[in-house]
């Protein structure tokens, strides 16, 4: 079984800046769709960025564009997601997950991290 790694949560003050990792022992990142997701309390999870290596496509929700980057280092096996200008209503667990193609829709994704807490006091 697949397990995937997230990590770099943390607390935070509004206005600061995190970065998330995503690393998948014994699992080549580099040939599925990465996504990272995050879901607060009594909310759904909801998808934040992903990107498709095989194609380049990347999604960035509304809410996160401009402020939000995914990135990948291949050498490395870890996906990245760069956050800055973090805003309270940011505060959610992230999560990192595998697809086999390109798609924001967290249904369609197969493998899961166990989740990074990422905090933005105001």
């Known amino acids: 079984q697949v397990q995937l790694v997230e990590s770099g949560g943390r607390l935070v003050q509004a206005g600061g800046s995190l970065s998330l990792s995503c690393t998948a022992p014994?699992?080549?990142?580099?040939?599925?769709?990465v996504g990272w997701f995050r879901q607060a309390p009594a909310k759904e999870r909801e998808a934040v960025s992903c990107h498709s290596e095989n194609d380049g496509n990347t999604y960035y929700a509304d809410s996160v564009k401009g402020r939000f980057t995914i990135s990948r280092d291949n050498i490395k096996n870890t996906v990245f997601q760069q956050m800055k200008n973090l805003k309270p209503e940011d505060t959610a667990v992230y999560y990192c997950a595998t697809a086999e193609f390109f798609t924001p829709v967290p249904g369609l994704y197969d493998n899961w991290g166990q989740g990074t807490q990422v905090t933005v006091s105001s």
């Open positions: 014994g699992f080549t990142l580099e040939h599925y769709t």
